[in-house]
Every structure is written in structure tokens, then in C-alpha cells.
């Protein structure tokens, strides 16, 4: 949920012309677990959608992180 804020906070400070958010916390966020609510937020506000880094990079980190999950808790 804390990736969804993010996301939407740096897309309000982007359409206002303020100090954004860096790239390397969202990215941060992502990689702590935030990926999966930041693509849907990416895609519901139409924010760093054109970045080939991001485009690729979430579903990847989500992908990574579901993975994890199945094999901490179904693979013992």
C-alpha cells in the first residue's frame, strides 16, 4: 500500500511542478515489497509508465516476489 501513496504523491508533485520523489526510493519501496500496489497505481494514474525501466522492472520485482512466497510456503 505504501508504494500506491508513493506513486501517487510523485504523480501530484509531477503535475505540479514540485520536488519529486527519486527513483531510487521507488524503486527501494518496490524491492521491500511495494511492486504489485505500485503497478496498479503506475497504471491507474498514468505515472512512469513510458520508462522502459519501470515498464519491465515491476512486473519483474512482483514476478520475484511471488515466487518467494510460493517456495517459503510451499516447497519445504
Known amino acids: ?9 510523485d504523480k501530484r508533485r509531477a503535475i505540479y511542478g ?3 520523489i527519486k527513483e531510487s526510493t521507488l524503486w527501494l519501496i518496490a524491492v521491500l515489497g511495494g511492486s504489485l500496489f ?20 515491476m512486473p519483474l520485482i512482483s514476478l520475484i516476489h511471488i515466487l518467494i512466497i510460493f517456495f517459503l510456503f510451499f516447497i519445504n
Open 38 to 57: 505500485m503497478q496498479i497505481s503506475m497504471s491507474l494514474f498514468r505515472h512512469k509508465t513510458r520508462h522502459l525501466p519501470f515498464r519491465v522492472g
Open 1 to 9: 500500500m505504501i508504494g500506491f501513496i508513493f506513486i501517487w504523491n
Open 18 to 20: 514540485k520536488w519529486r
